[in-house]
């Protein structure tokens, strides 16, 4: 007599559920009432299943699918999104991306269930721009909000949920609540150029192109204001910097970047090494880390990301222990009339213990700058 599954009983089903992939997650529920309602009481198991997925570029902006390549699996999901159509993604964090559009309009989109949350209209780019700065189609789409972080869930935490952003030319931070109608500019010290932000510990940090590191303070809505947390900085070092949580700790990641001109006269950007600093106890210095030791980190557009690559951890057998993982975000002011541009081609994986470079997912010359590879955490809204 063929087995009833339906019946298989709860904790059976449950142990089961927590060792599938996102997407069998998900269909896992359709199965039958029964195996619905155990994957409706675990909604929040899936956002910790498998690595990052890499959201791959499209060059046919008229395609409604999306490609997600999974380290886990080995292989790429297409998903049916038209909401990304046209639009640029400038950041992604807690499974959710950050879209605007060419009449910059901002949603907050959740790729596996394609709910889309409103944001307001971001604030004018800041400070006048050259004369003979390229005003080619879309570039304001592409300066108007370098990358946005959430300090929280909006499906999980609605009330706790803030968007910050570093908008403009000259990298500059905003912040908004879901419920607002506009964004709120953050008092902050001249010539800070931030090129990323983190939430630790109930606060936003950022890090500007010198390595200067503030805190935001944004409760008192009136005051809204940063203060520096390491005011010296190592300008000498050319790159671009991330901040990330880690096991606890602060970490300052350092890419170093260096370059080439091709045949064609076009500037191609490419990472020589990283380098790893940890905010010591008494927040004052960064120290240098030699080693992550399990961890491995995932960095770009995304909101830096840390997971483990432990040989025990079912969901990650193919993560690379004390490695970065990343995608290529390098600013460049080079912008075609067919929305390419070149030399974006910079992602693999970098190993600290001996500086060597391995790659995860084939190379591209060149992708669409609207939507270049971005880090998004697969997670699941239940209804």
């Avoid at 910079?346 to 470079?357: A, K, M, P, R, W």
């Amino acid at each position: 007599m063929a087995a009833d599954w339906s019946e298989l009983p709860e904790d059976l089903s449950l142990l089961v559920l927590e060792k599938l992939p996102v997407l069998e997650f998900i269909r896992f529920g359709a199965v039958c009432t029964s195996w619905r309602s155990v994957q409706k009481s675990k909604k929040d198991c899936a956002a910790s299943l498998g690595l990052p997925w890499m959201m791959l570029c499209d060059d046919d902006h008229e395609n409604q699918t999306r490609g997600f390549f999974s380290i886990t699996e080995g292989k790429t999901h297409r998903l049916v999104l038209p909401e990304i159509i046209g639009k640029r993604c400038c950041g992604s964090s807690h499974g959710w991306l950050m879209t605007i559009d060419r009449k910059a309009n901002m949603n907050l989109l959740h790729p596996l269930s394609r709910t889309q949350i409103p944001l307001p209209h971001p604030p004018p780019p800041g400070e006048e721009l050259p004369d003979d700065y390229n005003y080619e189609p879309g570039f304001l789409q592409c300066i108007s909000v370098n990358k946005a972080v959430l300090s929280a869930d909006p499906y999980v935490s609605p009330e706790d949920c803030v968007v910050m952003s570093i908008y403009g030319h000259i990298g500059k931070l905003a912040f908004c609540r879901l419920s607002d109608k506009s964004w709120t500019l953050v008092s902050q010290y001249p010539f800070l150029r931030f090129l990323d932000v983190c939430y630790y510990q109930g606060k936003f940090y950022g890090v500007d192109c010198g390595g200067k590191t503030v805190v935001c303070h944004i409760d008192d809505r009136n005051n809204p204001h940063v203060t520096y947390l390491l005011r010296r900085g190592d300008p000498h070092k050319t790159g671009t910097r991330y901040l990330v949580e880690s096991m606890g700790d602060l970490l300052h990641v350092v890419r170093i970047l260096g370059g080439f001109t091709d045949e064609e006269d076009n500037f191609r950007y490419t990472t020589k090494g990283f380098e790893v600093y940890k905010l010591d106890s008494k927040g004052t210095t960064w120290e240098r880390v030699e080693s992550l030791g399990d961890r491995a980190l995932f960095i770009g557009y995304n909101h830096g990301i840390s997971v483990s690559s432990s040989a025990n951890d079912y969901y990650h057998p193919m993560c690379k222990k004390n490695a970065i993982y990343f995608t290529d975000n390098h600013d460049t002011d080079t912008y075609h009339d067919d929305g390419m541009s070149p030399g974006c081609e910079d992602h693999g994986v970098y190993n600290l213990s001996d500086g060597s470079f391995e790659s995860f997912f084939p190379r591209s010359v060149t992708h669409p700058k609207l939507s270049p590879p971005i880090w998004c955490t697969p997670s699941i809204i239940n209804s």
